[in-house]
């Protein structure tokens, strides 16, 4: 019942956008605003499995008011991007990784499991119609957004029975309004994003509705992210709302969260680990305590602090501010560590380097 179909079933817009209104917003895309003119649908359900593959119009979902993701929030998500290299070629980053990642949540959120294949597949068919929309312009590129709902109509509290999987597509510039200037970051000690045994290593809505008031909050500061604590103890680092974080310490030395369970398992993160690690530069991932983030950068020991995902590539945090101190500064020019290792990651993606890792996969 579950065996993939490859079949995708082809509805072209009867009105997708003109060259000129699809290059206007290729020139000044932001992030999240514009999407292409078509998507990927597939739907699940226990008897067929996952069946009907389609790519249709770009267009509103049609939900019964009973479907379970609107009222115990079963929906999952992933982020991964479409990159054109200077031959025109178009290509994507460990799809792999991400497909399983998305099976991972999918499992955690009592959800059925998408085939890697399909997944690849999806991105693929999506990019077969809508490949102008993948940006020649700077580091620009096309951000995919899969996602999961569960969309069986019952009130009753259990893991639903049918299920739907869309792919949409945004033209993609810098996640920050800045670029990539470096950024400044609130930590909370109100709130948690996740909790032990919750599902802060599933990428699921809810733990992004989570982080929304703290998110306000951080904005009111003048910060742009917030950094999250261990929802045990309070006291280690984690995450921010939607990025991993790394130091760099004055030796060399890298360092990041240990996975701990209530993470999100960045393929950034594992890149730039695997990347640091090429340059036989000490890498660490173990428990970070804030106050070991606040006295490293106060007394130099730390020299850089960096974000990194998807959305945000590599993004040099310049600032920590919380209730009562501020440790860093904005104003400082991006660590070199952080903009090196940017430069490598984008140059890979970018197709500028050797892809000596396959990492990239044509689409
Ligand atoms: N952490 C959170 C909470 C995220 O939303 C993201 C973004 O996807 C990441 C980390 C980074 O993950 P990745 O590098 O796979 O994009
Ligand atoms: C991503 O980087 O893909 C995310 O999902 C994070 C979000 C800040 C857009």
């Known amino acids: ?58 267009g509103p979902l049609q939900l019964d008011p009973a479907a379970a993701v609107l009222h115990y929030g079963q929906e999952i998500f992933e982020g991964i991007k479409a990159y054109r290299h200077a031959d025109g070629s178009i290509w994507t980053f460990r799809p792999e990784a991400n497909g399983k990642r998305l099976q991972r949540s999918a499992n955690r959120l009592a959800m059925p499991e998408l085939p890697v294949e399909l997944f690849v597949e999806s991105l693929r068919q999506l990019v ?138 960045g393929i950034t993160r594992e890149s730039i680990l695997q990347l640091a690690r090429d340059r036989g530069l000490k890498v660490e991932e173990r428990k970070i305590s804030i106050d070991e983030w606040k006295q490293g950068v106060t007394s130099g020991e730390i020299s850089e602090v960096f974000a990194c995902g998807t959305a945000a590539v590599i993004t040099p945090i310049g600032e920590l501010k919380g209730e009562g101190f501020s440790v860093g500064d904005l104003n400082a020019p991006a660590g070199e560590v952080t903009m090196s290792l940017r430069k490598e990651l984008t140059d890979i993606q970018y197709g500028r380097l050797p892809d000596r890792h396959n990492w990239l996969v044509k689409l």
């Open 128 to 265: 077969a119609v809508d490949h102008e929309w993948v940006s020649g312009v700077g580091e620009n590129s096309l951000y995919f957004r899969p996602f999961m709902i569960a969309n069986e109509a019952f009130l009753g509290v259990r893991a639903a029975q049918k299920a739907a999987y869309y792919v949409i597509a945004s033209p993609a510039g810098p996640y920050f309004a800045k670029g990539v200037a470096p950024v400044s970051i609130w930590l909370s000690t109100d709130y948690a994003r996740a909790a032990k045994g919750g599902t802060g290593a599933a990428k699921c809505g809810g733990n992004y509705a989570a982080s929304l008031l703290p998110q306000q909050k951080a904005y009111a500061q003048g910060c742009s992210q917030v950094l999250f604590l261990d929802p045990v103890e309070g006291k280690y680092i984690e995450e921010l709302g939607g990025m991993n974080v790394f130091l760099v310490y004055k030796n060399g030395t890298i360092v990041t969260p240990a996975l701990s369970g209530s993470i999100l398992e």
């Open 1 to 58: 019942a579950s065996q993939p179909s490859t079949a995708f079933r082809v509805t072209p817009s009867s009105s997708p956008r003109t060259a000129q209104q699809r290059e206007a917003i290729l020139a000044a895309p932001g992030f999240g605003n514009h999407f292409t003119d078509h998507m990927v649908a597939i739907e699940y359900d226990k008897e067929q499995g996952w069946h009907g593959a389609e790519v249709r119009p770009y």
